[in-house]
């Protein structure tokens, strides 16, 4: 029979601390062989001998140090195998946006019980995988959600293994079809939720560019009008058309947030520092649009009204945020001043081409194939 064991603690905090120091680090394998060699002597002799207890202790206070606090656990009594779930409080926060408080990690040795039932290694591997992912991209409850899931899948194949006296395939692949729709589930969550959580980082990477483009732009601006006489509206428009555009583009992906995320797509698989870093630049790319597009205007090259003197900052603020928000926007008048500059016009569209059935009329005045004059 497999057994649940519950986290063993050392007799004192200090012995713990000298055992692990003497041993050195310590891996979940170690642990695992530490234990069976533990639970066989406890089989045996009804009790382990004080130099194994103290071996496991010191094994396990190595490895809780390490990876974190032993969440769950399940030990195999057949030979040294097991699957863990642990806990690690993170005490360091690598920027204010970073939201990792809590590390969870999945573990697991089950070569020696699963040798004769590859299946059932194939799909342990495959939880494996998916952990991975889950661990990489998710964070918070929707990461100990997804591991404890996959753990308990693992931890239900592994009994399975321990409840069976001798391999039965039928029930076997009855099994690994049945956890593997398990693990399909699983999956499909995962992906809801990596949807959202990178939607929700490449916000947080939007914001922190925003926040610093319009500070950054805002004091400039402010340096430029003190230093010179240039200052003044001209520092207001482009401290205003460069805030709208990035103010514009954090808009436009919010609002197609909003309507439950189906317009606005990420990859989120691709990381989570590059998905942030992906949106710090839309912001900028707002803000380029949103100036260039105050120039082309204030250049007067599009035939437009000019806007009166009371209301020149409300007229460039629209439209630079206009610009920020809607790219269809922006291309279309780009595309308009790129015509009256080159004198190009708009190509009409061309007549469909005739059937291929149809022959050109001949030129040396011989009927035609088929007949008509």
């Not at 999956?187 to 939720?193: I, K």
């Not at 430029?224 to 103010?247: F, H, I």
């Not at 606005?264 to 691709?270: A, S």
């Amino acid at each position: 029979m497999a057994t649940i064991a519950a986290r063993a603690r050392a007799h004192s905090p200090a012995e713990a601390e000298q055992a692990a120091e003497q041993m050195g680090a310590s891996s979940f394998s170690d642990l695992v062989r530490a234990h069976f060699r533990r639970e066989q002597e406890r089989q045996a002799n009804g009790t382990a001998s004080d130099q194994v207890e103290e071996a496991y202790r010191a094994r396990l206070a190595e490895f809780e140090r390490e990876e974190g606090e032993l969440s769950s656990v399940y030990w195999s009594t057949r030979n040294a195998s097991a699957v863990a779930l642990t806990v690690k409080m993170s005490h360091e926060r690598r920027h204010p946006f970073d939201e990792t408080e809590i590390e969870v990690r999945l573990h697991r040795v089950t070569d020696w019980v699963t040798k004769n039932a590859e299946p059932i290694a194939d799909l342990l591997h495959e939880c494996d995988l998916l952990a991975i992912r889950a661990g990489e991209i998710l964070r918070g409850t929707s990461e100990r959600i997804a591991l404890q899931w996959i753990y308990s899948v693992q931890e239900h194949m592994l009994g399975f293994i321990e409840r069976t006296d001798r391999r039965d395939t039928a029930k076997e692949r009855e099994l690994v079809a049945s956890q593997r729709r398990e693990l399909s589930r699983i999956e499909q969550y995962y992906l809801g939720a990596g949807a959202k959580t990178g939607r929700i980082v490449y916000v947080s990477g939007m914001l922190t560019g925003a926040a610093f483009l319009v500070t950054a732009c805002a004091l400039v601006s402010v340096g430029l009008a003190l230093a010179s006489d240039y200052g003044g509206q001209m520092a207001q428009l482009l401290v205003l058309c460069t805030g709208a555009g990035a103010v514009g583009a954090l808009v436009s992906v919010l609002a197609r947030m909003g309507t439950g995320g189906g317009q606005f797509k990420v990859d989120f698989e691709v990381g989570r520092p590059l998905l942030r870093r992906l949106g710090l630049y839309k912001p900028f790319v707002g803000a380029i649009f949103g100036v260039a597009l105050y120039f082309l205007l204030a250049s007067g090259l599009l035939p437009t009204q000019a806007p009166s003197e009371a209301g020149r900052l409300y007229y460039y603020g629209i439209i630079a945020f206009f610009a920020g928000f809607s790219e269809r926007f922006t291309s279309v008048t780009f595309g308009q001043a790129e015509q009256l500059i080159t004198g190009a016009s708009p190509q009409p569209p061309t007549d469909d081409p005739p059937p291929a059935n149809d022959q050109p009329p001949p030129t040396d005045g011989t009927p035609p194939a088929n007949g008509t004059p």
